[in-house]
């Protein structure tokens, strides 16, 4: 038991010398804190939210809808596949009076596909949710994973 107690009293005063060397702070008169710089670069802000079917989010002066789910041809998680399969999806997206309906086809497994572009913005599609347990299930609330990224800090 005195061994441990000698062990550790040696190991903390070892970590307590050797935490900061006196010497060289009074050298430099700034602490390791102060030598922080304006060039460390700051974060881009980065949402992830949810769009169920027929629901829209605003993205600047454009607006997307999540229209529908045209095929969900994904593998159940039950079930073992050769191909893990895919879902296709309409979205539509506004700008101003001008509408573009896109097909859009996500793998199983997910993927990071930029959907729009506007000058401070950009927005992915992650994944679609749920995904299915079992064959032929019918799954009603369908939802999108989207990724928004601020392009500008």
């Given at each position: 038991?005195?061994?441990?107690l000698?062990?550790?009293?040696v190991?903390?005063?070892?970590?307590?010398?050797?935490?900061?060397n006196?010497?060289?702070?009074?050298?430099?008169?700034?602490?390791?804190?102060?030598?922080?710089?304006?060039?460390?670069?700051?974060?881009?802000?980065?949402?992830?939210?949810?769009?169920?079917?027929?629901?829209?989010?605003?993205?600047?002066?454009k607006?997307i809808?999540?229209?529908?789910?045209?095929?969900?041809?994904?593998?159940?998680?039950?079930?073992?596949?050769?191909?893990?399969?895919?879902a296709?999806?309409?979205?539509?997206?506004?700008?101003?009076?001008?509408s573009?309906?896109?097909?859009?086809?996500?793998?199983?497994?997910?993927?990071?596909?930029?959907?729009?572009?506007?000058?401070?913005?950009k927005?992915y599609?992650?994944?679609l949710?749920?995904?299915?347990?079992?064959?032929?299930?019918?799954?009603?609330?369908?939802?999108?994973?989207?990724?928004?990224?601020a392009?500008?800090?």
């Open positions: 038991m005195k061994f441990y000698l062990a550790l009293a190991m903390s005063m070892t970590l307590s010398l050797n935490a900061q006196p010497a060289d702070v009074a050298e430099s008169g700034k602490s390791e804190e102060n030598l922080k710089t304006t060039s460390d670069k700051v974060q881009v802000p980065e949402i992830l939210t949810i769009l169920g079917v027929l629901k829209d989010m605003q993205v600047d002066d607006i809808t999540f229209k529908s789910v045209l095929n969900d041809g994904r593998c159940p998680k039950k079930v073992t596949c050769v191909w893990a399969g895919e296709e999806i309409l979205i539509e997206i506004k700008d101003g009076e001008e573009i309906a896109r097909k859009i086809t996500i793998p199983a497994l997910g993927f990071h596909r930029e959907i729009l572009s506007s000058p401070t913005h927005v599609i992650k994944n949710t749920p995904y299915p347990v079992k064959p032929g299930e019918n799954i009603e609330n369908y939802q999108l994973l989207l990724k928004i990224v392009t500008k800090p």
